[in-house]
């Protein structure tokens, strides 16, 4: 009898622990229809048009853009996502979360003139202040784990607790008693909090580089990539592989989303993969892969490079300038493993009727060229990211007008619209719970305990702190969105890097974008690799290991360009062309190391293991080592070539003479 009791106990405690964790795990998005659907484009024009006025003005306080932007996006949010894994439509809960959104929005909006002369330990919150505050950060909480999940969510509530229950700790990590009132003060006054720079720089000009990547699809711009891809990689062994990586990388560097470019570039290049025999997992984890890499890529980047140029100070378009180098040997690696693997297994190349030449296929998409040319010239001019921004979107629409069939009239205008806020929602609630983060980080001073137990756990040593700082922004990347594990690791991490160990500013953000970025393809959440196994048909588990493996230049390369900074452009141009050279002959030897075959015939394990060794030798910032490896390396490498040809060649002839 208790034997039973127990067992029945135990179940209904599995139970509700499955309906907590059901209940934390991300819910259905949805696209409203009827009524609402009219309501939400009626919003989004409301929110281009307001968010657009303020970005380009620049007379709104901080404070003030932001709570226009909430009291515009919060309803977006609220109507295009459901309350339970389970549902599929909107409840009445759901309506009461926007009522509750925009007036509490609204309350920091109309008092904007009050907090604009507010001083610390002399202002009063008041009651309604207080309520409105609270309310819209549990309204932020519930977006956040509707929108992306459990990770996100449990940091910030972990660190909730954290603020009122760390004065009951023991240790280091004890901090003193934090009044409720103060608390509240810190998150919704001052720019530590939600107010913070994360959700001013979506707010700003992260939305408008979202709404230029839609108008650039929806006038056709996609298509460019792809025919130029095709042109250029088609005809070679696995062309289709090598025009996903391509096209992916072009359009990737356009949207910033790796989601939004497997579903843009996936239903076109996993197809043809598939035709020419490449199996399921192998397809979707190009096309997972190559997405991802588009966060890291220039002219756009993804959100995460906005943040970093307002969290540095570093001009947007000089962090364009220095991720080129890296951002391409990032391609090179996944470029040069899909090679390997096309040469190993005969793969075809593209069906000549899918090929156009480069003149046809600039021709039929020129009008495509000028929004992405306008782009790079503002960025070259120096003009602010929200200048940029709005400058290539209007860009986009008069160069629409001159081509027929693709012109950007009310309603592709109003349908841009929505599609820019419904792709911002996750972006929404990833940096507004980043503020809340941020807050309770400065508010405790965890990020000076933190500092210290990372400076214990390493002894101190640079090489162990990286390695550290590396594994601890994938475990945040298990369960945050790309952004959210940025803002985490400049909160927590940087401190060691920059200020103990003296590395400079510009090296460190860009590992933590690298790492941050990789998130989209690292288990158990990889958000691209389950985008394009859908499309493919495969078990996105079973991707796991060859999409990391075509990834191994994000893995490696910040390491590399941590200590050679020439990857960068920092420095003169010898220090420049010697360690690009350096850094892409890094990532080479890497993948002939993980393929561990030279055309078709396998490396003896031991010469595989000289490869690594090589490769990672590269990462001191000796040139003498750096040239003697290298010649080394790559003079085994043309051996094992020609006696791999020599090999096929011998197998070719027996057959004859036999």
């Given at each position: 009898m208790n034997s039973q009791s127990h067992r029945s106990t135990l179940g209904h405690m599995q139970a509700a622990c499955s309906s907590i964790m059901k209940w934390m795990g991300e819910?259905?998005?949805?696209?409203?229809?009827?009524?609402?659907?009219?309501?939400?484009?009626?919003?989004?024009?409301l929110a281009v048009l307001m968010i657009s006025w303020y970005a380009l003005v620049g007379v709104a306080r901080q404070q003030y853009q932001i709570a226009i932007f909430l009291a515009l996006l919060m309803p977006a949010c609220f109507l295009t996502t459901t309350c339970g894994p389970d549902t599929k439509t909107l409840?009445?809960?759901?309506?009461?979360?926007?009522?509750?959104?925009?007036?509490?929005?609204?309350?920091?909006?109309?008092?904007?003139?009050?907090?604009?002369?507010?001083?610390?330990?002399?202002?009063?919150?008041t009651v309604i202040d207080l309520t409105a505050g609270t309310i819209l950060s549990l309204l932020i909480i519930e977006l956040g784990r509707r929108t992306i999940g459990f990770g996100l969510t449990a940091t910030v509530l972990v660190l909730l607790l954290y603020v009122w229950l760390g004065d009951w700790m023991i240790g280091a990590f004890r901090h003193p008693p934090i009044d409720f009132r103060y608390f509240m003060e810190m998150q919704l006054i001052t720019n530590d909090g939600v107010f913070g720079s994360p959700l001013y720089v979506a707010a700003s000009y992260a939305f408008l580089f979202v709404l230029f990547g839609n108008f650039y699809i929806i006038s056709g711009g996609g298509q460019l990539f792809f025919d130029v891809s095709a042109s250029l990689t088609g005809r070679m062994t696995g062309g289709p592989a090598k025009a996903c990586v391509l096209s992916s990388g072009l359009?990737?560097?356009?949207?910033?989303?790796?989601?939004?470019?497997?579903?843009?570039?996936?239903?076109?290049?996993?197809?043809?993969?598939?035709?020419?025999?490449?199996?399921?997992?192998?397809?979707?984890?190009?096309?997972?892969?190559?997405?991802?890499?588009?966060?890291?890529?220039?002219?756009?980047?993804?959100?995460?490079?906005?943040?970093?140029?307002?969290?540095?100070?570093?001009?947007?378009?000089?962090?364009?300038?220095?991720?080129?180098?890296?951002?391409?040997?990032?391609?090179?690696?996944?470029?040069?493993l899909v090679h390997f693997d096309a040469v190993k297994e005969g793969q075809s190349r593209l069906p000549e009727d899918e090929i156009i030449g480069m003149k046809i296929a600039l021709a039929r998409n020129w009008t495509s060229i000028l929004p992405i040319a306008a782009l790079i010239w503002l960025l070259a001019k120096g003009y602010s990211q929200a200048y940029v921004a709005a400058g290539s979107v209007i860009a986009v629409i008069l160069s629409s007008w001159l081509a027929p069939g693709r012109a950007i009239g009310p309603k592709k205008f109003i349908q841009a619209c929505v599609e820019t806020c419904y792709s911002s929602v996750p972006l929404t609630a990833a940096v507004a719970a980043s503020g809340i983060i941020i807050g309770c980080i400065e508010l405790t001073g965890l990020s000076g305990k933190f500092t210290l137990l990372l400076f214990q756990l390493s002894f101190g040593m640079l090489i162990p702190s990286l390695f550290l700082a590396a594994f601890i922004l994938l475990l945040l990347g298990t369960g945050m969105p790309t952004t959210g594990v940025y803002i985490m690791?400049?909160?927590?991490?940087?401190?060691?890097?920059?200020?103990?160990?003296?590395?400079?500013?510009?090296?460190?953000?860009?590992?933590?974008?690298?790492?941050?970025?990789?998130?989209?393809?690292?288990?158990?959440?990889?958000?691209?690799?389950?985008?394009?196994?859908?499309?493919?048909?495969?078990?996105?588990?079973?991707?796991?290991?060859?999409?990391?493996?075509?990834?191994?230049?994000?893995?490696?390369?910040?390491?590399?360009?941590?200590?050679?900074?020439?990857?960068?452009?920092?420095?003169?141009?010898?220090?420049?062309?010697?360690?690009?050279?350096?850094?892409?002959?890094?990532?080479?030897?890497?993948?002939?190391?993980?393929?561990?075959?030279?055309?078709?015939?396998?490396?003896?394990?031991?010469?595989?293991?000289?490869?690594?060794?090589?490769?990672?030798?590269?990462?001191?910032?000796?040139?003498?080592?750096?040239?003697?490896?290298?010649?080394?390396?790559?003079?085994?490498?043309?051996?094992?070539?020609?006696?791999a040809k020599r090999h096929e060649s011998a197998n070719v002839k027996a057959p004859m003479g036999a």
């Open positions: 819910t259905h998005r949805i696209h409203p229809t009827g009524r609402v659907e009219t309501l939400l484009a009626g919003l989004s024009v409840k009445p809960i759901d309506y009461i979360f926007v009522i509750a959104g925009v007036l509490s929005s609204l309350w920091f909006v109309m008092n904007e003139g009050r907090y604009e002369v507010w001083m610390t330990g002399f202002s009063e919150l359009y990737g560097s356009i949207s910033g989303s790796p989601v939004a470019d497997v579903a843009t570039t996936g239903p076109i290049s996993i197809p043809i993969m598939r035709r020419i025999g490449i199996s399921p997992e192998r397809a979707a984890s190009i096309e997972a892969t190559a997405s991802t890499g588009g966060s890291m890529l220039p002219p756009v980047m993804g959100a995460v490079a906005f943040v970093m140029a307002d969290f540095t100070g570093i001009p947007y378009a000089m962090i364009c300038l220095y991720a080129t180098l890296p951002a391409l040997a990032y391609y090179f690696g996944i470029f040069t690791a400049v909160a927590l991490l940087a401190p060691v890097l920059v200020n103990k160990f003296g590395l400079p500013l510009m090296p460190v953000h860009l590992f933590f974008l690298f790492y941050a970025c990789l998130s989209a393809i690292t288990p158990p959440v990889a958000v691209a690799n389950f985008s394009a196994a859908a499309i493919a048909g495969a078990n996105p588990f079973k991707m796991t290991s060859y999409a990391c493996k075509l990834a191994i230049g994000g893995f490696v390369l910040p390491f590399f360009f941590i200590f050679n900074t020439g990857i960068l452009f920092v420095g003169d141009w010898s220090k420049i062309v010697s360690d690009g050279a350096m850094g892409f002959l890094m990532v080479f030897l890497c993948s002939v190391f993980l393929h561990g075959y030279v055309r078709r015939t396998k490396i003896p394990l031991l010469l595989r293991m000289l490869f690594a060794v090589a490769a990672f030798t590269l990462i001191f910032p000796s040139p003498w080592l750096q040239y003697s490896v290298a010649a080394g390396a790559l003079a085994v490498f043309a051996a094992l070539l020609l006696h």
